[in-house]
């Protein structure tokens, strides 16, 4: 018979404490909560009143129903007050000892048939449960920050936790409207195990100065559509916690994708630990301030004030696929005339037929005026000669990923071109100083990897190879702020930031699948509810396509050889057996025919 949870006890009653708590008496369940000493309390209650005059604020609570829930919240200094508890939740902070100590106290206190369980983010759920007389009906109930908001929960079995105590504890979370997902003991759980990897990857990219931190939080922002940039995440979470974190990865997996940047210690050394501080990646305005005051390290802006433009009036892109000819869009849209090349007239008016149709939705939206529509069309011209782009001043190859064709287009180019135009690659994998070296002009070669669609998504990554100009990257910068894009600066290497960040991440997820460690419908759900992503790993690998997923994973492996990188065999087996996502019908998941 399912147990029944009606007087839960809180043990800690710090940030996280004080929001299961929370979570728990908005459900009209009695809740005891426990702290040290009355100045704990008081802290407590203090977390308390504000988070619920919040959400009165917020109107998602009525000031009776504020009332009524503070009013079912008992606290005490004495844990002997659990004694009439049907479920225990620890919540005291991330040390092995403190919690043990607590819950082998516990252990005397409560009832012999009472759940006892640990909300640790990092620590062994079977190395706690061992230190009580009741190891079958220990359990980790990880909630995620804020508590009352957050919808993750993970519920962690170990290899002695008793069957019928992970079935009620899962249907206990869903009683409170939360997403339970079940899993065995392993360090990181789900969400901290794939996102903590990929905090670490930012952090190693911040310390070796491949790009700024602005540029590496913007890049996931509006590459990725995430919530925060890792390192403004990092700073919220505090770097001693995410230390803490890694350092328990670390030593169950060896994986050094989890051995924490020396970047960590140095700056909790200093005491930059993040927003409770006041400093971290970035300076706040004050200790636990969400605001970002500008410091020594703030750009002054996307260009340098003392930087040499060129000036940019007429701009050909070399392609007609969909990325092409969404290129060829924003830059027409935003008042360039733009010759599109293709390699037939067939392909050139398919092409320009595309942006046309595209255009026209957006009059029908409401985006656009007709009138608007008609100039921007009148910007574009269409070619099936290269020897059309000889007055541009900026060209933008967007053809296949096939690096010998790209550099027969750029040795081409450099012979047809003016001096002075820029050649620019969207290339999103391949090395950008290739196509430099196949021109006489390598300082006027660049980067400019626009993401699909490109007239919807912001971020332009601006790659400089070691060859390219200073100008040549103002310029560059400069344009993709005239035609309304976000562009991030980085250097010439594998995966550039966002691929480089995030197919890792991606390739961390097929592991824990193809460990059988959760179902990729559960992992998806870790990563949506727990860390607000968009979507999960396994719908965005399905999206992205797993055969050019396997090749960027490739890609970065052999660039780095960190065995962190090589491909999970999981994404190999798929592939070759034509799996391919959703493009195939059948990838992670079998999509029906449309």
Known sequence: MAREFRTVGVVGLGTMGAGIVEVF????????????????????????????????????????????????ITTTTSLADLADADLVVEAVPESLELKAQILAELDKVCRPEVVLASNTSSLSVTELAVRTGRPGKVVGMHFFNPAPVQKLVEVVRTVVTEPDVIDDIKAFAATLDKVPVVIGDRAGFIANALLFGYLNHAAKMYAERYASREDLDAAMRYGCGYPMGPLALLDLIGLDTAYEILETMYAESRNLMH?????????????????????????????????????????????????????????????????????????????????????????????????????DKAVVRGKLTEDERDVTLGRISGTTRLEDFSDVDLVVEAIAEELDVKRA??????EICKPGAILATTTSSLPVVECAAATSRPGDVIGMHFFNPAPVMKLVEVVSPITTSPDVAATVLAICQ??????????????????????????????????????????????????????????????????????????????????????????????????????????FRDYAAR
């Open 25 to 72: 008496a908005r459900k009209g369940l009695q809740v005891i909560a426990v702290e040290v000493d009355e100045r704990a309390v008081a802290a407590g209650r203090q977390h308390l009143d504000t988070s619920t005059s919040r959400a009165v604020g917020r109107g998602k609570l009525s000031q009776d129903d504020a009332d009524a829930l503070l009013g079912r």
């Open 259 to 359: 051995a924490p940047n020396p970047v960590f210690k140095q700056m909790i050394t200093a005491g930059l630990l993040g927003r409770k501080s006041g400093r971290g990646f970035y300076t706040y305005e004050a200790p636990h301030s969400p605001k970002v005051v500008d410091d020594a390290l703030t750009p002054s802006g996307t260009v340098a004030e003392d930087a040499t433009v060129r000036d940019i009036a007429r701009v050909g892109v070399v392609g007609t696929g969909t990325m092409a000819s969404g290129i060829v869009q924003v830059f027409a849209a935003a008042g360039f005339d733009v010759v599109v090349r293709g390699r037939s007239e067939s392909k050139v008016e398919g092409a320009i037929a595309g942006i046309r149709k595209s255009l």
């Open 409 to 414: 287009v750029f040795a081409a180019l450099d």
């Open 482 to 587: 005239r035609i309304g894009k976000v562009p991030v600066s980085c250097g010439d290497r594998a995966g550039f930031i966002v691929n480089a960040l995030l197919f890792p991440y991606l390739n961390d997820a097929v592991r824990m699948l193809e460990a059988h460690y959760a179902t990729a419908d559960d992992i998806d759900a870790a990563m949506k509810t727990g860390c607000a992503l968009p979507m999960g790993p396994f719908e965005l690998l399905d999206v992205v396509g797993l055969d050019v997923s396997l090749a960027i994973e490739r890609s970065l492996y052999r660039e780095f050889r960190v065995s962190g990188f090589a491909p999970a065999p999981l994404l190999e087996h798929l592939v070759t057996a034509g799996r391919l996502g959703r493009k195939t019908g059948h990838g």
